[in-house]
Nanobody, 116 residues
């Protein structure tokens, strides 16, 4: 099972980017996004659970980022609007093999750089 993330890039503050992540080999009930800025620990950004419809966001991105899933349950997206320089990080998609457990399948990461 692999997760392939794409969509990162360089954007000016206030701009938008859309990240995509596709799973190969199976579908996942819970998928999410994390990010890691230089010199900082990896942090949670957003998650989406297909069966319950539950969506969670980190406080730092609420109102600016939107997570969504495709109907097949094998992809997750992150629409990022009103980007700020502090959103600069490597973004990782992740999935839980078993709902309610740890995120144990990770993508390779995609760089997002927001210039001021």
């Amino acid at each position: 099972v692999q997760l392939q993330a794409s969509g990162g890039g360089l954007v000016q503050a206030g701009g938008s980017l859309r990240l995509s992540c596709a799973a190969s080999g199976r579908t996942f009930n819970v998928m999410g996004w994390f990010r890691q800025a230089p010199g900082k620990e990896r942090e949670f950004v957003a998650s989406n659970t297909v069966t319950s419809g539950m969506i969670y966001y980190a406080d730092s991105v609420k109102g600016r980022f939107t997570i969504s899933r495709n109907n097949a349950g094998d992809s997750v997206y992150l629409q990022m609007d009103s980007l700020k320089p502090e959103d600069t990080a490597v973004y990782f998609c992740a999935a839980q093999r078993r709902t309610g457990r740890v995120y144990d399948v990770w993508g390779q990461g995609t760089q997002v750089t927001v210039s001021s």
